[in-house]
């Protein structure tokens, strides 16, 4: 369709394609399509899924200039050794610095100057080179462990690509899936990671995979009351893990965040953002 398009006299031409098999080779022929640019949707959703994984701790990661630096949006909870500091007293004594460019206080975005005190539940805005942030972050002694074990439900498209990324940084992944030709197909493309076919809803599944003592639970079935149900047990189960909740229904993203999910990714608004972006 792109083709004909720019064969027509089309300025610019944005195809989607989701399928594994066109991932690595339509860069090399995508001149020779007229195409402007290449979505993959669930490529985008699980490379950002494996950067909020290498900060645990944030509620969000946004790439900027091909990655050279992100955003992170990080929750400044009671424990937290930035809460109830001033911006000034916060960088006083520290090498590597961060742009705090906002914060989210409730419904309301401020502007932080020297002045401006933390609270507790303040949602900053932080930017940097990946290496300055992970520095940042020891010199004011939050502690950002790594994950090393992840549980991941659902084995569809955007389980392949986060699982394919997520071996290749030596991550221990476990895969939930109940169809067992899609599980199947995940074992056989991702050889290195566990797969178990079953309901990754089921209490007694989860708990026989080491969930109390997994570092990540990412919700990714095509089913948000499922997605949002899972992780809210997680957390229940433990302090420590990290979840990621799927949601595509757009409706649903407000009520997710009000119910104090930890981290939620919403393929469809990502896509339309980059959409409107580009």
Not at 180 to 192: G, H, K, M, V
Request: glycine residues 6%; hydrophobic residues 40%; aromatic residues 4%.
């Amino acid at each position: 369709c792109c083709l004909m398009s720019k064969k027509l006299g089309a300025k610019n031409t944005i195809a989607r394609a989701r399928k594994p098999e066109y991932n690595l080779g339509i860069h090399l022929i995508r001149e020779d399509l007229g195409l402007s640019l290449c979505i993959n949707p669930e490529r985008e959703t699980a490379r950002e899924i494996s950067r909020i994984l290498k900060f645990p701790l944030a509620k969000n990661v946004e790439p900027f200039a091909k990655g050279k630096v992100e955003m992170i949006e990080y929750v400044a909870t009671k424990e937290s050794p930035l809460c109830g500091k001033t911006v000034n007293d916060v960088f006083a004594k520290m090498k590597n610095t961060v742009l705090i460019c906002g914060v989210q206080r409730g419904s309301e975005m401020h502007i932080p100057y020297g002045s401006f005190r933390i609270e507790e539940d303040d949602i900053l805005m932080l930017i940097a080179a990946p290496v300055r942030m992970s520095a940042f972050f020891r010199e004011a002694g939050i502690k950002t462990t790594g994950v090393r074990d992840v549980i991941i439900i659902g084995g569809g498209t955007t389980t392949y690509y986060l699982s394919e990324l997520l071996t290749k940084q030596h991550l221990n992944v476990t895969i939930i899936e109940n169809d067992p030709a899609t599980a199947e197909s995940i074992a056989e493309r991702i050889p290195e990671a566990t797969v178990i076919l079953g309901d990754g809803t089921s209490q007694q599944i989860l708990e026989e995979e080491g969930l109390r003592d997994a570092d990540a639970l990412c919700c990714m079935t095509g089913i948000d009351e499922e997605n949002i149900i899972a992780s809210m047990y997680a957390s229940t189960l433990s302090e420590k893990i990290k979840t990621i909740t799927k949601i595509n229904r757009t409706e649903l993203e407000d009520m997710a965040d009000k119910l104090g999910l930890d981290s939620v990714i919403a393929p469809r608004r990502a896509m339309s953002d980059l959409l409107v972006s580009y």
